[in-house]
């Protein structure tokens, strides 16, 4: 059983991309039913699992590749928006033992008009930190707490 990594995700930017990421990362794609639709923010919308690494058993590549990817295992859960306005989005959940700061990296440099700033707290391991990233470039302060 995992520690949970406490993630606080603002995204700043143009209204429409605001709206245009919020649709994104809630969407639940059709193929796929079983996705919990209560989750608003899922990983695999931005950086989707290739079907190869996807159908392998999931020790099998897949989680090396969601940590390379996402910075964390199995994505996001218990997502919700805590506060919203035109030009910005303000999201908690958790992930697995780790921040996923390879995700907010990889959706600044696809999203280069969004900023987007991560505060995160893994008790259990005893880390804490703010990252932020705009245009592809992170900024991480982690400490041990």
Same mark, same amino acid.
């Given at each position: 059983? +995992?520690?949970?990594?406490?993630? /606080? *995700?603002? =995204?700043?930017? +143009?209204?429409?991309?605001? @709206? !245009? ?6 969407? =639940? +794609? !059709? &193929?796929? !039913?079983?996705?919990? @639709? ?8 931005? /950086?989707?699992?290739? $079907? ?14 969601? #940590? ?5 295992? *199995?994505?996001? /859960?218990?997502?919700? /928006?805590?506060?919203?306005? &035109?030009? %910005?989005?303000?999201? =908690? ?7 996923? *700061? $390879? ?5 600044? %440099?696809?999203?280069?008009?969004? %900023? ?13 930190? #703010?990252?932020?990233?705009? !245009?592809?470039? *992170? ?7």
């Amino acid at each position: 059983m +995992p520690n949970w990594c406490e993630n /606080i *995700l603002v =995204v700043e930017g +143009p209204e429409a991309d605001i @709206a !245009a990421f919020k649709e994104k990362a809630a969407a =639940v +794609p !059709a &193929e796929d !039913a079983a996705v919990d @639709a209560a989750e608003v923010l899922k990983l695999e919308n931005f /950086i989707p699992i290739p $079907a190869e690494v996807a159908a392998a058993e999931y020790g099998n590549g897949q989680y090396d590749w969601e #940590i390379e990817h996402w910075g964390c295992t *199995l994505g996001a /859960i218990n997502s919700a /928006i805590t506060t919203e306005s &035109e030009n %910005r989005l303000h999201y =908690v959940f958790q992930t697995p033992w780790t921040p996923p *700061l $390879a995700f907010v990296e990889q959706v600044s %440099r696809d999203w280069p008009t969004l %900023r987007l700033v991560l505060a995160y707290n893994e008790p259990g391991c005893g880390f804490q930190g #703010i990252a932020k990233a705009a !245009a592809g470039v *992170l900024e991480d302060q982690c400490v041990n707490s």
